[in-house]
């Protein structure tokens, strides 16, 4: 229950988890990278382990990894499916949680039956697509309580990640037009599919100095409305002081005839103290 406990326990299993996963990766692209030998012809990664483990373990290593990835594959399938069903049971009440969860898995089911390798040629180009914004929505999330225009921020931000990864989707489809590639080729890391991130970088910064200059500016403006609207407060209770002790002289002057008395000063002098005291 100590908060400090729980990040320092989730800072930790966090580290723990990185490093270990680093090495499993790392293991896997030297698995990659030296497996012409073993897996000539493969098309996919799924592929590649499995001629390596027949290759190192035989038959017997196979199965084992086929039940290990059974097991890794089936908590991820459990959570995003619970996940999915949970949500839209509540966006759409007209179907319950069950039905979802028949429903997510049937269609899993049936979608995994097409292969690793045609599932990779529509899935790539989406996450292509889709990580660089989540990635910057992350840094935004970070950054937020620095940026003097949130909204902006975001906004532009995001907009030109979007565009640049597409570009980088359209390019994994091989659809993207030559005279666009011509231009997108001067862009850095445009060959290792990273165009989006420079140009999203930098309009952060960008989208910050503006939000800035324009977070002064409406001070620079609320100061002067602040003054105007002052001064026209004060030139409205000047001329209601006129419009007062005009009429009030008019009064005076009807009933006693003399607009210079002592009495219609003393009381033009008292009609204009409550009027500014109001």
């Known amino acids: 229950t100590n908060p400090q406990k729980i990040i320092q326990y989730t800072i930790s299993a966090g580290f723990v988890s990185v490093i270990l996963l680093a090495c499993l990766y790392f293991a896997l692209f030297y698995l990659g990278a030296t497996s012409d030998a073993v897996a000539q012809g493969a098309t996919n990664g799924g592929q590649i382990f499995s001629r390596y483990v027949n290759s190192l373990f035989g038959t017997a290593g196979t199965w084992i990894m086929a039940g290990i990835i059974t097991l890794a594959s089936l908590t991820t399938l459990v959570g995003v499916t619970s996940a999915c069903g949970d949500y839209f049971s509540k966006f759409s009440t007209r179907f319950s949680y069950p039905f979802w969860i028949v429903f997510f898995t049937a269609m899993t089911t049936i979608i995994s039956q097409y292969g690793l390798t045609k599932l990779l040629r529509v899935t790539i180009p989406a996450l292509l697509l889709i990580y660089p914004m989540a990635i910057m929505l992350v840094v935004l999330q970070l950054v937020r309580n620095k940026l003097p225009s949130i909204r902006l921020s975001y906004y532009v931000t995001i907009f030109v990640t ?81 419009d007062v002790v005009s009429q009030f002289q008019k009064t005076y002057t009807r009933r006693n005839g003399n607009v210079e008395d002592e009495t219609c000063l003393l009381y033009t002098s008292d009609a204009a103290d409550d009027l500014i005291g109001v």
Request: charged letters at 10%; hydrophobic letters at 50%; a neutral charge.
């Open 162 to 242: 979007v565009c640049f990864s597409l570009v980088d989707s359209l390019k994994n489809l091989d659809v993207l037009p030559e005279g666009l590639h011509q231009v997108m080729i001067h862009f850095p890391l445009y060959s290792q599919g990273l165009a989006w991130l420079v140009p999203a970088l930098c309009t952060l910064v960008i989208s910050i100095l503006l939000g800035k200059t324009i977070s002064n500016n409406k001070n620079a403006d609320n100061d002067l409305s602040a003054f105007f609207i002052s001064s026209a407060v004060v030139f409205s209770r000047i001329f209601r002081l006129q």
